[in-house]
Structure formats: C-alpha cells, structure tokens
C-alpha cells in the first residue's frame, strides 16, 4: 500500500526483523485508474534503495549506513519515515560537518 501524500523524493523506511531499510521514492504512477468513484485502481511506487540500520538485540538501531545487505520483499509495508529516522540518515554525529546557512564572521569571510 502506497502511503497517503507521497511525493518524489520523499525518503521511506521498510522495517525488517533484523534491519530497517530506508529508500528514496524515485516513481509514481497509476498505470490503471479506477473507472468510477470508489472503484479500485493499481498504483505503483518505485523506491531506491539507500541504506539501512542494523537492529540490535534490545531494538536500537545501529547508525544508517549506505547500502542494502539484503533486498525487503515486495510484500513489505512502506511507511513515511519521522524527523528522527531522518536524523538518522543525515545527521552523523561522528564526522565534522559545516552548518548549511550559517554565516562566518567577517574576519573569516570569504573575499568578494
């Protein structure tokens, strides 16, 4: 089942036994729409696969790490991911990083 207000680009998870993999909807489409009010119609989402974290004995997940030890089946459930599995994914706390939008002090700005 496809979530309510997906969009391209939206990041998704797939929660597995032993991981949570996480993907990037890259596709929508309604190949057969639904001939009256009510009727049922097929829809279709096409996800790349990104990553995944590993869950732990006690139901922590490791860090995201980028790639997909193994495929979810296409049976699995598709949810909307929250700000803290996108934290998650983007945020990594063990590398330094630069904060987007932030301004330098202007000893250290950039010549013009």
């Given amino acids: 089942m496809i979530p309510a207000g997906l969009m391209m680009g939206t990041i998704v998870k797939m929660p597995l036994p032993e991981t949570v993999v996480y993907g990037l909807v890259c596709g929508l489409s309604v190949p057969i729409p639904a001939t009256e009010p009510g009727a049922p119609e097929m ?18 997940l490791s860090p995201f790490r980028r790639g ?7 049976t699995s459930a598709v949810f909307t991911t929250s700000q803290n599995d996108l934290r998650l994914v983007f945020l990594r706390p063990d590398i330094a990083t630069a904060r987007i939008g932030s301004a330098a002090p202007e000893s250290v700005a950039c010549p013009r």
């Fill in 68 to 74: 997909v030890s193994m495929s979810p089946p296409l």
């Fill in 43 to 60: 829809k279709i989402m096409e996800v790349e696969l990104i990553g995944e974290s590993v869950r732990a004995e006690d139901g922590t």
